[in-house]
């Protein structure tokens, strides 16, 4: 069980965050402020790296999908990237994966934005 | 793993109760214990994945919803807590996560269906479709003397 936290990097125009431990409701508000201040400066193009995370609850696919919802209004898009098998099988089984976009490779996730 | 402070615990043959305080910052220690439990009674990795899930969401809604800070609890002198059992028995887990909070009555309320909220990209409303899709039985009680209790069972299906 590892403490949540986020790293953030720039790349052009993209910001990906690169979490690692749980997105439950104890930890989901710190990633929504993350995701929300880059937006206030008119960073619409997210790139969540999910390779450390450890679990993700409703609070957090909530606000996820809340966000993707926002940030497609201003062109941009919350999109995930190396989900693990693991927490991809729930988020599938549950629809998630219809709604928001999900990517293996970083190359692959950067250029999507391209397009 | 040894118990984060404030946190009792009581186990027995086939059962285990936790009480913890009415704090979401205890919840990644339950979802620990919960899913250590179904991995060591037998459930694949993906069933032990559901029970963490619809667990958490249970915890969470009562974080969240019963012991709200505008809510009119039953006992309001007494500090939030949120109290497990969990039990082995028969073939099937059972979880019963007990609080003294506001009444809400799971078993009546009928939320807008998972896809309806998906499609819209709603931000909320997930969680009871969570229990519900992952466990095969959601049961709510709730008593003046005892408080409110959410029942969740897993049955461990043979393959």
């Given at each position: 069980?590892?403490?949540?936290?986020?790293?953030?990097?720039?790349?052009?125009?993209?910001?990906?965050?690169?979490?690692?431990?749980?997105?439950?409701?104890?930890?989901?508000?710190?990633?929504?402020?993350?995701?929300?201040?880059?937006?206030?400066?008119?960073?619409?193009?997210?790139?969540?790296?999910?390779?450390?995370?450890?679990?993700?609850?409703?609070?957090?696919?909530?606000?996820?999908?809340?966000?993707?919802?926002?940030?497609?209004?201003?062109?941009?898009?919350?999109?995930?990237?190396?989900?693990?098998?693991?927490?991809?099988?729930?988020?599938?089984?549950?629809?998630?994966?219809?709604?928001?976009?999900?990517?293996?490779?970083?190359?692959?996730?950067?250029?999507?934005?391209?397009? | 793993?040894?118990?984060?402070?404030?946190?009792?615990?009581?186990?027995?043959?086939?059962?285990?109760?936790?009480a913890?305080?009415?704090?979401?910052?205890?919840?990644?220690?339950?979802?620990?214990?919960?899913?250590?439990?179904?991995?060591?009674?037998?459930?694949?990795?993906?069933?032990?994945?559901?029970?963490?899930?619809?667990?958490?969401?249970?915890?969470?809604?009562v974080?969240?919803?019963?012991?709200?800070?505008?809510?009119?609890?039953?006992?309001?002198?007494?500090?939030?807590e949120m109290r497990l059992e969990?039990?082995?028995?028969?073939?099937?887990?059972?979880?019963e996560i007990n609080d003294h909070?506001?009444?809400?009555?799971?078993?009546?309320?009928?939320?807008?269906?998972?896809?309806?909220?998906?499609?819209?990209?709603?931000?909320?409303?997930?969680?009871?479709?969570?229990?519900?899709?992952?466990?095969?039985?959601?049961?709510?009680?709730?008593d003046?003397?005892t408080g409110n209790t959410l029942r969740?069972?897993?049955?461990?299906?043979?393959?």
């Amino acid at each position: 069980m590892r403490d949540f936290h986020i790293e953030r990097e720039q790349r052009g125009a993209i910001y990906l965050l690169r979490l690692a431990g749980a997105v439950d409701m104890y930890s989901y508000a710190r990633l929504d402020e993350q995701v929300r201040q880059l937006f206030s400066q008119n960073h619409h193009r997210i790139i969540l790296d999910c390779q450390n995370l450890d679990y993700i609850g409703s609070a957090g696919l909530g606000s996820l999908v809340g966000l993707a919802k926002e940030a497609r209004v201003h062109g941009g898009d919350v999109r995930l990237l190396r989900v693990p098998e693991r927490i991809y099988k729930i988020i599938e089984l549950l629809g998630f994966t219809k709604v928001l976009q999900v990517f293996h490779d970083e190359t692959e996730a950067l250029n999507s934005f391209a397009s | 793993m040894e118990p984060p402070d404030g946190v009792r615990i009581k186990k027995s043959t086939g059962k285990m109760q936790i009480a913890t305080p009415g704090d979401v910052s205890y919840l990644g220690y339950i979802r620990t214990i919960v899913a250590d439990l179904a991995r060591q009674m037998g459930f694949s990795e993906s069933e032990v994945a559901k029970i963490e899930m619809a667990v958490d969401e249970a915890c969470s809604n009562v974080l969240e919803h019963a012991y709200a800070h505008d809510k009119q609890w039953l006992w309001q002198h007494r500090e939030p807590e949120m109290r497990l059992e969990i039990r082995t028995e028969d073939g099937r887990l059972v979880v019963e996560i007990n609080d003294h909070g506001e009444r809400f009555d799971l078993d009546r309320y009928q939320p807008p269906p998972l896809e309806d909220r998906l499609e819209k990209m709603a931000s909320g409303g997930y969680g009871l479709h969570i229990m519900r899709r992952f466990m095969d039985e959601v049961h709510y009680s709730s008593d003046p003397q005892t408080g409110n209790t959410l029942r969740l069972v897993k049955y461990l299906k043979k393959s």
